[in-house]
C-alpha cells in the first residue's frame, strides 16, 4: 500500500488529509454560516464548541499536511491545454493552503478576544493569542468573516477545475480519489 506520494500519484496519506479535510472545512463552513442565523446564547454555546474545535482540527491538521509535502512532495497537477490554466491550478492549490491557514486562527483571535476560553471538544482548553477587547473581536471577526468569503471563491474555483478535468477525462479526480496514476 503507498502511503507516501510518487512523481505521478497520491499517496494515501496525502489523499486521506486532502478528502478528511474536504469534508471538514466544508462542513465547518456550512456550521458557521447556521451559526449565524440563530441567536447567541447559553442553549447554542455548544454550536460554537463544535466549530472552534473543528475548525482547530482543521488548523493542526493543515499544518501535519504542509510537512507531509515537505517529506514527501506531491505531483505537480497534470498539464493542462493551455499554461495559464498551469498556472492558475497552482495558485489556486497555493491559496486553500494560505486560507486553510489564515481562516481558523482568525477565528481563534476573534474567540480570544471575547474572553471566553476556547475549549477543544470540552476537555483541552486553548491559550489565548489576543488580548480580551471589543474592538479586536469585532475586527477580528470581521477577517474571519471576509477569509470565509475568499475560501468559498477559491473553493468554487477548485471545482470549476476538478468539473473541467473531468469533463476532459485526463484522471485528475481519479488520483486523488484512488492513488492510481492518471492513465495507469
Ligand atoms: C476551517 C476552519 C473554519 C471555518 C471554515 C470557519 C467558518 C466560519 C464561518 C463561515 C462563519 C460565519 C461568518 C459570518 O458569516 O459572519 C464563522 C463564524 C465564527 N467562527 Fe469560524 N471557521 C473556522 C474555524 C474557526 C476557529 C478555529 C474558531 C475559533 C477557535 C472559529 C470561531 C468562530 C466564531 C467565534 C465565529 C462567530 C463570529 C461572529 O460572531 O461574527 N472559527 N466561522
Ligand atoms: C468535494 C470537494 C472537492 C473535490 C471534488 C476536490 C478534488 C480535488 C482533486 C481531484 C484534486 C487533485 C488535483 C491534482 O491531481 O493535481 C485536488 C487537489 C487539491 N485540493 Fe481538492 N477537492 C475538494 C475539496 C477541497 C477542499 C475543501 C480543499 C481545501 C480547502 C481542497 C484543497 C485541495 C488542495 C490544496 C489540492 C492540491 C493537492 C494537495 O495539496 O493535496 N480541496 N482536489
Not at 442553549?43 to 472552534?52: D, I
Not at 497537477?77 to 490554466?85: H, K, V, Y
Not at 489556486?92 to 491557514?101: I, P, S
Request: aromatic fraction near 8%; charge should be positive.
Amino acid at each position: 500500500m503507498g502511503l507516501a506520494n510518487a512523481p505521478d500519484r497520491f499517496g494515501l496519506v496525502s489523499r486521506a488529509l486532502h478528502w478528511g479535510m474536504a469534508a471538514l472545512i466544508l462542513g465547518n463552513l456550512g456550521l458557521g454560516l447556521a451559526l449565524m442565523q440563530v441567536p447567541p446564547g447559553l442553549s447554542t454555546l455548544w454550536l460554537y464548541g463544535l466549530h472552534k474545535s473543528l475548525g482547530f482540527t482543521a488548523l493542526v491538521l493543515v499544518l501535519v499536511r504542509l510537512v507531509w509535502h515537505r517529506l514527501s512532495p506531491p505531483p505537480r497537477p497534470l498539464p493542462a491545454p493551455r499554461p495559464w490554466q498551469d498556472r492558475l491550478a497552482r495558485a489556486t492549490h497555493a491559496a486553500l493552503y494560505a486560507l486553510m491557514v489564515a481562516v481558523p486562527l482568525a477565528g481563534w483571535s476573534a474567540a480570544s478576544a471575547s474572553g471566553i476560553d476556547t475549549v477543544l471538544f470540552g476537555r483541552l482548553t486553548l491559550p489565548a493569542i489576543a488580548p480580551v477587547s471589543v474592538a479586536w473581536e469585532d475586527w477580528a471577526a470581521l477577517a474571519h468573516r471576509w477569509l470565509t468569503r475568499a475560501l468559498m471563491a477559491v473553493l468554487a474555483l477548485h471545482l470549476a477545475g476538478v468539473a473541467a478535468r473531468l469533463a476532459a477525462g485526463d484522471g485528475t479526480f481519479r488520483r486523488m480519489l484512488t492513488g492510481r496514476p492518471a492513465g495507469g
